[in-house]
Each structure stands twice: as structure tokens, then as C-alpha cells.
């Protein structure tokens, strides 16, 4: 079975501080993405890699960096942590980019910036 | 551009019972994805059956299938014998093979799915 795992399932932060969300996967997959998803608004995509060291920006980047040094590792960063960020965060894997290739996700992270 | 529509806001069904969960898709791509993932009020996305646009057969995966009819584009979830657990949102999504747009899934807005004992 797929297993992606996110660190902290809950967190609260303070207004101004940077905060790390993890995420790993064990499939060896090429492809890791993060999503955030607001009631409303539905899911929307932050950020994806394609492979280690390689990103796109999704649809909503303002506010978040990623890093992926390791293939199996993928971090959501948040420079400066603002109340409006405060969100449930997933993060997901998929082996390639074609239309066949499922996308699975974490547990998802629980952020709330006060 | 790609869409999916779930027009049903919230269902409800007799535990043990069969219901069905609809979702229709737009795309110009011949080549595309369907999937249906579950996410419970804890909050994970759990993948549930997948449907490629190329297959003959309607996908089965245990208590699910997937009732896909290219023609009048819709990829609906049917459940059977629903069970107490199968209480969460539902939701369709789409990965099309058109560079630049399979990296990301559309989802539709899901379907609040109640399982009454």
C-alpha cells in the first residue's frame, strides 16, 4: 500500500513565525504536491514537484516555499505565518504525470496561525 | 479547461443499502483520468477506484464501481451495501493528459454522504 505520511497532524502557531509542514512517502514516487483546502473553496494546489530540486508553483503560491532534497521528502514552508493560512494542509504523491497515475494523499495537517 | 460537476450537496442512505453518487466531467482531452476519493471528517483523502477513459469495463473495487458512460460523460460512484463508516464527503476528480494540466487533479465540490442505521 501507498503510504504518505505528514509529520504534525495538528498545529498552532503564532502570527509571524515560520513553520515547517513534512511530508514522506515510501513509494518511491517521482511526483509530490501540496494542496491546502478551505470550506468554499475546495482544493487548491500550492505547490508541485516533479522530481528532487524541481518545483512549480501551483495556483496559490504567495506565502509558502517548498524544498525537496530527497525524493521521498517534500516541505511546505511558511516564511511568515499569517491568520489567513490557517487551513487543513494534504499533501500528495503520484508515481508520473500521466492521466493513469493516481494522486494519494496524506492524513492532512490541521494549521492554525493565531 | 477541465471541470467536474457533482450536483448532489448531500445524500442519505439506509445502512445496507445501495446509492449512487453523481459526477459529470468536461474535457476536450481523449485521454484522461477519473477517480473518486473519500475523506472523512478526520480529514485524510482516501483513494477509492479509478476509471481510464480508454477502458471498456466499468471499474470495480470491492464495494464500489464505477458507472462510467463516455457518451454522456459521467463517471458515477455507486456504493452497495453502505455501512456505517462510509459516512464522509466524496469527491470526483480528473487528471487529463494534456501537458502542464496532468500534474494537478480537478475535483469536483464532493457530496456529503450520510449512512442512516
Known amino acids: 500500500d501507498v503510504k504518505v505520511t505528514q509529520s504534525s497532524r495538528y498545529l498552532v502557531k503564532r502570527t509571524g513565525e515560520k513553520v515547517f509542514l513534512e511530508c514522506v512517502q515510501d513509494m518511491d514516487h517521482e511526483n509530490m504536491f501540496w494542496y491546502r483546502q478551505d470550506p468554499g473553496l475546495g482544493l487548491r494546489l500550492i505547490y508541485f514537484s516533479y522530481d528532487v530540486k524541481m518545483k512549480e508553483k501551483g495556483d496559490i503560491p504567495e506565502g509558502y516555499s517548498v524544498s525537496r532534497e530527497k525524493k521521498e521528502r517534500f516541505s511546505l514552508i511558511l516564511e511568515s505565518a499569517s491568520t489567513n493560512q490557517t487551513s487543513m494542509y494534504l499533501c500528495?504523491?503520484?508515481?508520473?504525470?500521466?492521466?493513469?497515475?493516481?494522486?494519494?494523499f496524506g492524513e492532512g495537517s490541521w494549521l492554525t496561525v493565531v | 479547461a477541465q471541470k467536474i460537476t457533482q450536483t448532489q450537496p448531500g445524500m442519505f442512505v439506509q445502512e445496507k443499502e445501495a446509492v449512487t453518487l453523481d459526477c459529470t466531467y468536461d474535457?476536450?482531452?481523449?485521454?484522461?483520468?477519473l477517480f473518486w476519493y473519500k475523506q472523512p471528517s478526520s480529514g485524510e483523502m482516501i483513494f477509492l477506484i479509478y476509471q481510464g477513459s480508454y477502458d471498456q469495463q466499468n471499474a470495480t473495487e470491492g464495494r464500489y464501481s464505477l458507472n462510467f458512460q463516455k457518451a454522456r460523460k459521467s463517471a458515477n460512484l455507486v456504493i452497495s451495501a453502505s455501512q456505517l463508516g462510509d459516512s464522509a464527503m466524496y469527491f470526483c476528480?480528473?487528471?487529463?493528459?494534456?501537458?502542464?494540466?496532468?500534474?494537478?487533479?480537478?475535483f469536483g465540490s464532493g457530496t456529503q454522504l450520510t449512512v442512516l442505521p
Open positions: 476528480a480528473m487528471r487529463v493528459a494534456l501537458s502542464g494540466s496532468a500534474r494537478q487533479l480537478t
Open positions: 474535457t476536450s482531452d481523449p485521454s484522461y483520468g
Open positions: 500528495a504523491s503520484s508515481l508520473g504525470e500521466g492521466p493513469g497515475n493516481t494522486i494519494y
